[in-house]
């Protein structure tokens, strides 16, 4: 079976590259301004380590209201342009955001069997890799089989707001979290505490916030303890 890895520039995608033995990989802009850089990073990583890279464009400037957090659908054009390349289309989501509407099991399920009926019956797969580890479980994959957090911090963005690392929205938190959580990413302390997510994400984990999740909670509180011992 045929296959292509959705590839963002980000660390799960970075990661899944290498854990998925170096397949294909597509990037699709989709015309947000995160795109610019990550496509920046796309090309610089696929040159270093030989990719086999495809980049399409598949601009959204038509749709009325665009978050970069929260672009309904996303997920769906990525597999959508995806199915063009290839039939087993590798979409990478973690433990832990699988109840997100187009990241969950039954999307994967679902969008495989629409894809696979508008093929005219061409089986294609929607899958991911990851769906048993969390951000900083698949860090510590590819410390222990790949390369040092350092280069993987190096090799990939982040940003929603279209920076390399701003520290203040939720992708730049998450990916400090699974940096430091394995060695790495000390030199975003100071953006990621003048950032304030910290702080309320601090104080949730604190007061056991249950939308937070018993290991979101174990995480912010261990990340606290590696800023207090410096
Ligand atoms: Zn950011």
Known sequence: MSEVLLYS???DSFIAYWYLNRPPV???DLGLKS???E?????EASRKYSMNLTIVSLPLIWVPVMSEMELPCRNMYLVL???HFADRIWLIVQRGEL?????SPTFMVMASEMLTQLWNGTKKEVCSPFVDRTKVEMVQWYVDNVGTVDELDQSTICCYRGKVFCGECSACFRKWVALRLNGGGRQYDEL???GGLLEQYTKRAEERDPKLGTERIEEILAVNELLMIG
């Open 99 to 103: 109840n997100l509407s187009d990241r």
């Open 35 to 37: 795109n610019v850089l």
């Open 81 to 83: 342009a995806g199915s």
């Open 9 to 11: 520039g980000g660390v």
């Open 26 to 28: 597509l990037f699709v």
């Open 39 to 43: 496509k920046e990073a796309v090309w």
């Open 192 to 194: 990621i505490v003048k």
